[in-house]
């Protein structure tokens, strides 16, 4: 069998916090704690990761991501700027509900943040940590990013060459994992949103 022609990427999204229990919007504005449910999925993440080696773990530089990244047991954390969460703008702490209240069929994917983020500056931030992970691993190496849905959906549809509006049909939980990989010479998503 051959080698894939490039790195094996882990993606972990972080445990439950209050607001992702609830709903409502935690972008990069806000940075709640975990909670004890959360903390709890986080630990349980590690025994999955234990047998995996990586040579690059990222994580986000909100503390959600780095305390799952803790407790999940994963060494040498970097932190990565570029996989902090989508910045909802006025949108952040708000449900879906809330918004559609004024802006009627609104989702991410389509409707925009006014005052945060665009999808496409999300989509680019997505592109560099990939092309951060494709320069820094050889072939057969892995890495571990540690962060949050919206992001980790938006980066998974960039690793196979979608569009960033394709994150959409990913749903993500909190403390799953994901693996994204290589079929010959085509990037794709070996396993999705796998929760203990």
Avoid: K
Avoid at 4 to 10: D, I, Q, S
């Amino acid at each position: 069998m051959s080698s894939p022609p490039g790195p094996l990427v882990v993606l972990v999204r972080h445990g439950e916090t209050e607001w992702s229990r609830d709903g409502r919007h935690t972008g990069s504005r806000s940075d709640p704690p975990l909670t004890e449910v959360g903390r709890a999925a986080a630990r349980a993440l590690a025994p999955r990761l234990a047998g995996r080696q990586f040579a690059l773990v990222l994580t986000s530089p909100l503390q959600r991501a780095g305390e799952t990244a803790r407790l999940a047991g994963l060494d040498g954390v970097e932190v990565e700027p570029d996989l902090r969460e989508w910045d909802y703008g006025e949108y952040e702490g708000l449900t879906t509900a809330q918004i559609r209240e004024h802006a009627p069929g609104w989702t991410i994917w389509t409707g925009g943040c006014p005052g945060g983020e665009t999808i496409e500056q999300v989509a680019a931030r997505a592109d560099s940590v990939i092309g951060r992970v494709r320069a820094a691993l050889g072939p057969e190496q892995a890495a571990a990013l540690v962060a949050h849905g919206h992001i980790l959906r938006v980066l998974a549809s960039r690793w196979v060459g979608a569009p960033p509006q394709a994150g959409g049909w990913l749903a993500l939980d909190t403390a799953s994992l994901s693996d994204l990989g290589w079929e010959r010479e085509a990037a794709v998503v070996s396993h999705w949103n796998l929760t203990a």
